[in-house]
């Protein structure tokens, strides 16, 4: 039988990472149509509620339930506000280890959320469920999210060469797919250990890694 994660929520300074709830669909709905998120993901585009309500629904718990990964909404300590969600996917339990994804919704970017939360979660996979590796793809231009994985703690291990696509906004509106280099970091137990962990980093930091979002 494949293990899977348990169903848990996860406490930070200032964040809590828990399971999905039909709450969090408008709030969901509304974060994935940024402009930035739709550049640098594959979500749909325009991002509807239908989408939202299979994201929380059925893809999130089926991550789970099937071992292949963990899904969770990140949420604001005191105002229980929806600040992002991380996405733990191709997780290998043989090698205890995983790819690691995620957005943060455009209100909360530069507070330091992405960092908080990655750095919360790489420490409960390491600690409580004795995973060796964690990993990040992020796109060659999204130098946001590059500056996230350096303060996390990763480790840059070279480049995959036309491996991603991005999307690019025409004049006219219409968004257009393109190729893109991506860069791959990695994390394990004892890069966190050396790590400034959660801090505030400048406007800019925070955007979306690329990830197979539905």
């Known amino acids: ?27 969901h ?20 509620a ?16 099937s071992g292949r990964g963990l899904v969770l909404a990140v949420t604001e300590f005191l105002t229980q506000r929806l600040v992002g969600t991380v996405h733990l996917r191709q997780v290998d339990w043989r090698t205890r280890s995983a790819t690691v994804a995620y957005v943060t919704a455009p209100w909360a970017r530069g507070e330091g959320y992405a960092t908080e939360s990655l750095h919360g979660l790489a420490r409960w996979l390491f600690e409580e469920q004795r995973f060796e590796r964690l990993e990040l793809r992020t796109a060659a231009d999204n130098t946001a999210s590059q500056q996230v994985a350096q303060k996390l703690g990763c480790i840059s291990e070279g480049v ?6 991005a999307r690019a906004q025409a004049p ?18 004892e ?10 980093l400048s406007p800019s930091s925070h955007l979306p890694t690329g990830t197979d979002w539905r």
């Open 1 to 27: 039988m494949t293990p899977t994660f348990p169903d848990i929520s996860i406490s930070t300074e200032r964040l809590v990472l828990r399971p999905y709830d039909a709450d969090d669909i408008p709030a």
């Open 29 to 48: 709905t509304e974060m994935m149509n940024d402009e930035l998120v739709t550049a640098w993901t594959s979500a749909p585009h325009p991002y509807t």
């Open 50 to 65: 239908s989408h939202a309500e299979q994201w929380v629904r059925r893809i999130a718990p089926a991550e789970r339930a």
């Open 160 to 165: 995959l060469r036309n491996a991603g696509i």
């Open 172 to 189: 006219d509106g219409r968004w257009t797919e393109t190729r893109t280099d991506l860069i791959v970091w990695s994390l394990l137990p």
């Open 191 to 200: 890069d966190l250990e050396g790590s400034t962990g959660p801090g505030r």
